[in-house]
């Protein structure tokens, strides 16, 4: 069975605090996913990472895929209080509709 | 241009009724799929259905049962509800195997 383990769990900062979240697996993936979820709403993707070493960058988050593409990590510079939220992780695999979904990394932003 | 949606957003039963949840998409998408989300779990994939007309067991089936009514409609039914399925239920939808996957808001069911 894969699985997606996401560290930390839950992480308080300060706005204007730099943070990087994790989602490793001891299983291969053809592409990670992260999603980005608020309260009351479903999870929205923030980006796809399909080869590994490979590094994405949207705006302010920065997003890796480990060279042998079982893990990834979200870089945020400088957060804000509108970064605040669930981050979830999300392998899958090619052909396959199964994707795996981390539990998620609950992030607070401080004003 | 909706995108997911979802009804209802908020149901209570008791411990053996049963309900049905609707889901529609209309960005015409083959593939279509059911999750409940639970604290400390993540999403947990229920059912799917790759095509019209095919549906498969996902990692948590038991309980539930779906139907791929056409393209655009995908029903997640509870026969007997029980309190262990208390979770929100999350419906999305891709044009592919492999391609983003798009999001209803979620239906929060309690089960007393």
């Known amino acids: 069975t894969q699985l997606l383990e996401q560290s930390p769990q839950f992480l308080s900062i300060q706005e204007g605090e730099n943070l990087t979240v994790y989602c490793n697996s001891s299983s291969v993936f053809s592409s990670l996913q992260w999603y980005r979820q608020e309260p009351g709403e479903g999870p929205v993707l923030l980006v796809t990472v399909v080869t590994g070493g490979e590094v994405k960058k949207l705006k302010r988050l920065t997003f890796q895929f480990g060279d042998a593409r079982k893990d990834s990590s979200l870089h945020i510079t400088a957060a804000q209080p509108g970064d605040t939220g669930l981050y979830l992780c999300?392998?899958?695999?090619?052909?396959?509709?199964?994707?795996?979904f981390g539990a998620g990394t609950r992030l607070f932003v401080k004003a | 241009n909706a995108g997911v949606t979802q009804t209802p957003k908020f149901q209570v039963l008791k411990t053996g009724q049963s309900m049905t949840l609707q889901c529609a998409q209309d960005m015409n998408h083959n593939s279509m799929y059911w999750y409940r989300q639970d604290p400390g779990m993540g999403l947990r994939l229920i059912y799917y259905?790759?095509?019209?007309?095919?549906?498969d067991k996902g990692e948590v089936p038991n309980g539930y049962n779906v139907s791929r009514l056409n393209k655009r409609e995908f029903s997640l039914r509870l026969e007997s509800a029980a309190p262990s399925q208390t979770s929100v239920y999350f419906c999305?939808?891709?044009?592919?195997?492999?391609?983003?996957?798009?999001f209803g808001p979620g239906t929060r069911l309690l089960v007393l």
């Open positions: 999300a392998g899958g695999n090619t052909g396959g509709f199964k994707t795996i």
């Open positions: 999305a939808s891709t044009e592919d195997s492999e391609e983003t996957q798009y």
């Open positions: 259905s790759a095509s019209e007309g095919t549906t």
